[in-house]
């Protein structure tokens, strides 16, 4: 069965700090995969997608995730981390002719410490 | 502004009652869809809509109803069937399915069912 997996529920790091958020996704095919971020009470926002081609995907606030096949994994990864991008963080994956029909993983909580 | 707006933001009914969530976009987006978004399990898909008039069970059906009447408006009902309503309901839309459409998402409605 189709699945994703975020193994962390919850991570601090200081600001300023790298950042990696892991994501692991079980699907038969090549998958369409996707960052999203969700503020409290908010909906979500779309950070990068991958959906072939270069597997290093540039995203928006200085987000990137790098697909690697062989590790069925997609983790998102920030140089340095402002207090601005603490927030919910979660993985999905797309089923096969519709990208809207997302899998989405358990989400990542951040916070950043001053 | 092109968007989704979900409206009300917070929700409260009785157990027993029947209560429809709006769904409004104004993006000219063919396909819309539910999703429902519970604390540390991510978000499942309830129903979507790739065309008016037209519309497909997600996962977790069970327990709810939409409609389609028109291509701007995805109104969701929770009806006295769904065992466990209380949740945090989110709204999105997309392109027509294609290679490169990610979703647009709403700010959500947060039902509280006592």
């Known amino acids: 069965a189709q699945s994703v997996t975020q193994p962390d529920i919850h991570i601090t790091v200081s600001e300023g700090a790298s950042l990696e958020l892991r994501c692991n996704y079980s699907?038969?095919?090549?998958?369409?995969l996707f960052w999203y971020v969700q503020s409290p009470g908010q909906g979500l926002q779309l950070l990068l997608k991958?959906?072939?081609?270069?597997?290093l995907v540039q995203g928006i606030k200085g987000f990137e995730a790098e697909f690697k096949r062989s590790q069925s994994s997609f983790n998102l990864r920030k140089p340095s981390v402002h207090w601005s991008d603490a927030a919910e963080y979660f993985c999905?994956?797309?089923?096969?002719?519709?990208?809207?029909?997302?899998?989405f993983g358990q989400g990542t909580t951040l916070q950043v410490k001053p | 502004d092109g968007g989704i707006t979900q409206s009300p933001k917070y929700l409260f009914r009785k157990e027993g009652q029947n209560v429809t969530l709006s769904c409004e976009q104004n993006?000219?987006?063919?396909?819309m869809y539910w999703y429902r978004q519970d604390p540390g399990q991510g978000l499942r898909l309830i129903y979507y809509?790739?065309?008016?008039?037209?519309?497909q069970k997600g996962d977790i059906a069970e327990g709810y109803s939409v409609s389609r009447e028109k291509k701007e408006s995805f109104p969701l009902t929770v009806t006295s069937a769904q065992k466990n309503p209380t949740a945090f309901y989110l709204c999105?839309?997309?392109?027509?399915?294609?290679?490169?459409?990610?979703?647009?998402f709403g700010n959500g409605t947060r039902l509280t069912v006592t």
């Open positions: 999105a839309s997309s392109a027509p399915p294609s290679f490169n459409s990610p979703l647009h």
């Open positions: 699907y038969g095919a090549t998958p369409y």
């Open positions: 991958y959906f072939s081609g270069d597997t």
């Open positions: 999905a994956v797309g089923r096969s002719g519709n990208t809207g029909k997302l899998i």
């Open positions: 993006l000219n987006h063919d396909a």
């Open positions: 809509s790739q065309i008016v008039n037209d519309f």
